[in-house]
T-cell receptor
């Protein structure tokens, strides 16, 4: 069974520091990787996607992918209280419609 | 929410009653999905659709059925609601379904089965 694992947290990070979120996956056929952010009581919203090994930066967010080790991570620089949310990792094969989801990591940014 | 609405947003029902949730999109996307989200489980796919009248089961489809008679509408029916179906239900859409295509989510429906 294909699985995506995340530490449930909560992960507590001081304001202004770097938050590091990790995700491992079991299916070596996975080709596309997504990070979603979900505020309490709201729907998931896409913040980053990554498809190739290495780093991808978008503003304060950096996604890192290592297919050989089967992990993907999300770094949030200069963390803000508004970054406090649950972060969901999702992976998929290119030939498959379905996303496989992790259970999410709750991030708390302390002022 | 990328032109996606869900109705109702909240519902309380009793065990054994049928319940229908509606997802409506204005993006003309081909693919639509129904998920449920429960604490500790993340998002689990119930059913999905890859076109009008084309649907398939996801990992937790027992007790649920779906219909898609128009591109913009995807209905989820709980045939006889049980307490284990108390959850938050999200609809999602995507354009191609494959490759690097992203899924976008509706606002969700909170369902309580008593």
């Amino acid at each position: 069974q294909k699985e995506v694992e995340q530490n449930s947290g909560p992960l507590s990070v001081p304001e202004g520091a770097i938050a590091s979120l990790n995700c491992t996956y079991s299916d070596r056929g996975s080709q596309s990787f997504f990070w979603y952010r979900q505020y309490s009581g709201k729907s998931p919203e896409l913040i980053m996607s990554i498809y190739s090994n290495g780093d991808k930066e978008d503003g304060r967010f950096t996604a890192q992918l290592n297919k050989a080790s089967q992990y993907v991570s999300l770094l949030i620089r200069d963390s803000q209280p508004s970054d406090s949310a649950t972060y969901l990792c999702a992976v998929k094969e290119d030939s498959n419609y379905q996303l496989i989801w992790g259970a999410g990591t709750k991030l708390i940014i302390k002022p | 929410d990328a032109g996606i609405t869900q109705s109702p947003r909240h519902k309380v029902t009793e065990t054994g009653t049928p319940v229908t949730l509606r997802c409506h999109q204005t993006e003309n996307h081909r693919y639509m999905y129904w998920y449920r989200q429960d604490p500790g489980h993340g998002l689990r796919l119930i059913h999905y659709s890859y076109g009008v009248k084309d649907t398939d089961k996801g990992e937790v489809s027992d007790g649920y059925s779906v219909s898609r008679s128009k591109t913009e509408d995807f209905l989820l029916t709980l045939e006889s609601a049980t307490s284990s179906q108390t959850s938050v239900y999200f609809c999602a859409i995507s354009d191609s379904g494959q490759g690097q295509e992203t899924q976008y989510f509706g606002p969700g429906t909170r369902l309580l089965v008593l």
